[in-house]
């Protein structure tokens, strides 16, 4: 996962640090603006199943192979 966010800070010139703080900035987001419908509160309850925010490492984990899914919205669920 290091790697990764090396890379995301190297393409916009930026440091690790400061795309871990955006990622957690954008999760808080999320939960703060997040809808109430049953599809919504299924993905939050399966990301974050005890309730707490999940680290930045939990979230990319769980999105990624959601994003794999692309455009297609019949396989992708968020």
Known sequence: MD????????KYGTTPEQVRADISCMINEAIKNRN?????????????????LPSVEEFLLFVTPQAKNGCDSKK???
């Open 3 to 10: 790697k990764i966010i090396q890379k995301v800070a190297d």
């Open 36 to 52: 109430n419908s049953p599809e919504s509160q299924a993905l939050w309850k399966e990301l974050s199943p005890n309730g707490e």
């Open 76 to 78: 992708r669920r968020f």
